[in-house]
């Protein structure tokens, strides 16, 4: 199976429109199987081990059939990243037309924050505000700052505010409910995600299909955790994005927008996922073999994706995968 993926690998750097997470392109990784097309994407700065399930992700698209639909049309929310001026903001929430909800990033200076949110609230004031702190508060901050935001209006949930299982079991029993809380990292980077128990500690989980394991990994730990979920990408290309997509379509209840229209934050994609009332529709895909022409990344840097593969595939990919019974 390795060879398989290795033989039909393609590296590809993707410009992004704005930048995120520190970067100013993602670099995604494709490969064609038996069942499609797959993307395995971790971030450069991961090592083999936080590699696996992302790997693992993408030899369940390139070999499985996902489990039944429910619903076709996914609806997703908008997401800021940490810009500040109000023509800026106005620009990026324009990408998204007709969603409900938008997902800003906080955790800088708190004045920037709020400036941030003030302005999504006077150019969509019909918007629901959720706000992804990345665990950079301390429980104290969180409280003070989740204060502040509350005096400026609602918030339909706070994401990862602080770091650890203890300071957010602390701030859950402080908030008491008032607001919500969705763990993201917690779930995502624990060393076993299926057994920690999160259990008064967050009232939402994110899925996010690549970093999780693959669609019947995240479906398992939906059941297991028993809260509502929020299906998320990780900045993947649009055939990620769409893996993501048909992870939402089988889920029973999908009680908010997820947050896979991503794909608007970078300048050129893989194939064209559009948002068309606040929905993005699943249909099959129709690769874009321009841009991938375009933006293959180096020789040496596919050399340097290839060594990594092989090295996820022995750090626990293949045990996975041969435990999954997964043949191609
Ligand atoms: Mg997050």
Same mark, same amino acid.
């Given at each position: ?28 990784? @494709? ?44 609806? +997703? ?11 800026? @903001? ?55 700052? @989740? ?79 028993? +809260? ?47 948002? @068309? ?52």
């Amino acid at each position: 199976m390795l060879d398989s993926i290795l033989e039909s690998l393609q590296v590809i750097s993707l410009p992004t429109r704005t930048n995120f997470r520190s970067v100013t392109s993602r670099e995604v990784a @494709i490969f064609e199987g038996p069942a499609g097309w797959a993307e395995s994407s971790p971030f450069l700065e991961y090592d083999a081990k936080e590699c696996v399930p992302w790997l693992v992700s993408a030899i369940e698209a390139a070999t499985q059939t996902p489990p039944p639909m429910q619903r076709k049309l996914i609806p +997703v929310n908008a997401t800021l990243p940490a810009v500040n001026g109000y023509e800026r @903001i106005e620009e990026i929430l324009s990408w998204y037309p007709g969603c409900q909800s938008v997902k800003i990033k906080v955790g800088g200076e708190l004045s920037d924050d709020l400036k941030r949110i003030s302005d999504v609230r006077s150019i969509a004031p019909q918007m629901k505000i959720r706000i992804d702190v990345n665990g950079s508060w301390s429980v104290d901050q969180a409280l003070r700052a @989740i204060e502040d935001i509350y005096q400026t209006g609602a918030i339909e949930y706070v994401e990862q505010p602080c770091e650890t299982l203890e300071q957010l079991r602390q701030l859950h029993e402080k908030l008491n409910g008032r607001v919500l809380i969705a763990g993201d990292e917690i779930l995502r980077k624990s060393a076993s995600p299926m057994t920690v128990d999160l259990r008064d500690v967050v009232d939402i989980v994110m899925l996010k299909v690549a970093p999780l394991g693959g669609i019947s990994r995240s479906i398992q730990l939906a059941k297991k955790h028993g +809260v509502p979920v929020v299906v998320s990408s990780a900045l993947e290309s649009a055939i990620g994005i769409t893996y993501g997509l048909k992870l939402a379509a089988t889920l029973e209840k999908l009680p908010y927008a997820c947050g896979l229209a991503t794909g608007n934050l970078l300048s050129a994609d893989v194939a064209h996922l559009p948002v @068309i009332d606040g929905c993005i529709e699943i249909a099959p895909m129709e690769l874009d073999h321009g841009v991938i022409a375009k933006n293959r990344v180096s020789p040496e840097q596919l050399v340097f994706w290839k060594e990594r593969i092989r090295n996820t595939w022995v750090s626990g990919a293949q045990d996975w995968v041969l435990q999954e019974g997964w043949i191609w």
